[in-house]
């Protein structure tokens, strides 16, 4: 699993998502806690799927946490045998900035992919943890 470095004290720590693809996306990010509870810190439009550069907190309020980003993509208007192709074509860029390890870009793995049988709903999860 991705990490980010956060660094001490007061730094503050901001997201930012950027999705393409030719469906309509949503995305929300979510700070999980070691004792299993979350809140959710920024979404999305329900067209886009984008998140503009948002805080998520304060580096000693969320070190050793987990950021989880879902985005759900709906690829029902395109045509059924052209949506291998589209969740091929499908690109998010997650970025984190404000610690010490800087602005940093991460993507998604195959293993954070999940598609409906008929291909017309995919949804991605990519956690990174907070250290």
């Not at 390890?101 to 949804?123: L, P």
């Amino acid at each position: 699993m991705d990490s980010y470095e956060l660094g001490m004290d007061q730094n503050q720590i901001y997201v930012k998502v950027d999705v393409g693809t030719a469906g309509v996306a949503s995305t929300q990010v979510d700070i999980a806690r070691l004792d299993g509870t979350s809140r959710k810190v920024a979404e999305s439009s329900l067209q886009d799927g984008n998140i503009s550069l948002t805080m998520i907190g304060l580096a000693e309020e969320i070190k050793n946490q987990l950021t989880i980003v879902n985005s759900m993509i709906d690829l029902g208007t395109i045509d059924p045998q052209n949506r291998p192709q589209a969740i091929k074509n499908i690109v998010i860029t997650y970025t984190l900035s404000g610690g010490l390890s800087g602005t940093k870009d991460y993507h998604f793995s195959d293993g954070d992919v999940e598609i409906s049988e008929n291909g017309k709903i995919v949804a991605i999860t990519k956690s990174i943890n907070l250290v």
